[in-house]
């Protein structure tokens, strides 16, 4: 078990630049979701997946956002035309399973997005 | 009303001091809880999680939990300068699971 992890930890982009970002699960586990976080506040739900299925996103998630988990496995997460509000961490976790709502999800290390 | 609030600190506790963190959330039908710690820089780390009212140890940490209340808080008992962090209470929300988090408490624990 190697933990979620993502890349890249760092990127650093000029205005109106797309962005791509990766995250690989933990092994097994059927649920990825990302969230961002600003500085001083904690993590805010973005979208997440069921395997493959994109089941929720949240109104934060502008039309510029879009995230894919091909195969269940890996996902993505792409940010066209990125705009100075954009800069955060872009967090991805994972969790076992389906249904109950007791499963903890573990994080990976983050993206930091800083824009120029 | 925030769904899930934190005091935002700093909290400052003397090396080997008991530090209390607390959390309170608006949706009474929650039923996990959990609480992360989160390095300088770093993402978060599950710590505890808690399901029942009551105490739950884990080593230095308990997690106590009252529905009654809509109170969550975590003791941290014997605090070690390497315990300050901001420490962020976590409730899932609606299927799916998706967390929501307090903006978290910053915990510094002078030596």
């Known amino acids: 078990d190697t933990g979620v992890s993502q890349d890249p930890r760092h990127k650093i982009t000029k205005r109106g630049q797309n962005v791509t970002f990766r995250c690989d699960p933990i092994s097994e586990h059927n649920r990825l979701y990302w969230y961002r976080q600003t500085l001083g506040q904690g993590p805010e739900f973005l979208t997440y997946?069921?395997?493959?299925?994109?089941?929720?996103k949240s109104r934060l998630l502008s039309d510029r956002f879009s995230a894919e988990r091909p195969k269940g496995s890996f996902s993505t997460l792409e940010i066209q035309r990125t705009e100075q509000g954009d800069s955060a961490m872009y967090l991805c976790a994972s969790s076992p399973g389906q249904g109950d709502s007791n499963q903890p999800q573990h994080f990976g290390d983050g993206t930091r997005l800083s824009i120029l | 009303q925030k769904e899930v609030e934190q005091n935002s600190g700093p909290l400052s506790v003397p090396e080997g001091a008991i530090a209390s963190l607390n959390c309170t959330y608006s949706d009474r039908g929650s039923q996990s809880f959990f609480w992360y710690r989160q390095y300088s820089g770093k993402s978060p780390e599950l710590i505890m999680s808690?399901?029942?009212?009551g105490d739950k140890e884990d080593g230095r940490f308990t997690a106590q939990l009252n529905k009654a209340s809509q109170y969550v808080s975590l003791l941290i008992r014997d605090s070690q300068p390497s315990d300050s962090a901001t420490y962020l209470c976590?409730?899932?929300?609606?299927?799916?699971?998706?967390?929501?988090f307090g903006a978290g408490t910053i915990l510094r624990v002078k030596s």
């Open positions: 808690i399901y029942s009212n």
């Open positions: 976590a409730v899932p929300r609606e299927y799916g699971n998706k967390l929501v």
């Open positions: 997946f069921q395997n493959e299925a994109q089941l929720e």
